[in-house]
């Protein structure tokens, strides 16, 4: 993996995910979750603030990116419910067909 991928790649992605048109959409979205719930593309975990804790006991966090996971580690803590990070791409989603529970 090169340096850009690795270092440089995610810090973007994060910073541009984060801008206001994409964090409205999430605020309008993400808190009908309910449930355990599989976030494709998880990066950075910005969904995280958003989800109705009341609502949501599980997040499943898809993503092939452990320098996004890394960068979402505080978010995480803070989340008040478990989130399970899935080293994966969408394409290989390592849950059994038809998971309705968490793995633990």
């Given at each position: 993996?090169?340096l850009y991928?690795?270092f ?13 048109p ?6 309008k ?6 449930g ?5 593309g998880f990066g ?5 603030p ?11 966090a898809?993503?092939?990116?452990g320098?996004?996971?890394a ?12 989130v399970e990070f ?5 394409e290989?989603?390592?849950?059994p067909t038809?998971a309705?529970?968490p793995?633990?």
């Amino acid at each position: 993996m090169g340096l850009y991928t690795r270092f440089l790649l995610p810090k973007i992605v994060d910073v541009t995910c984060r801008t206001k048109p994409y964090m409205r959409q999430r605020a309008k979205v993400v808190p009908s979750a309910l449930g355990c719930v599989l976030e494709v593309g998880f990066g950075s975990g910005l969904n995280l603030p958003f989800y109705d804790k009341t609502k949501v006991r599980h997040v499943w966090a898809l993503d092939p990116s452990g320098e996004l996971w890394a960068l979402a580690e505080e978010r995480v803590r803070g989340a008040g419910f478990p989130v399970e990070f899935l080293k994966a791409s969408a394409e290989e989603i390592p849950l059994p067909t038809g998971a309705r529970t968490p793995s633990w």
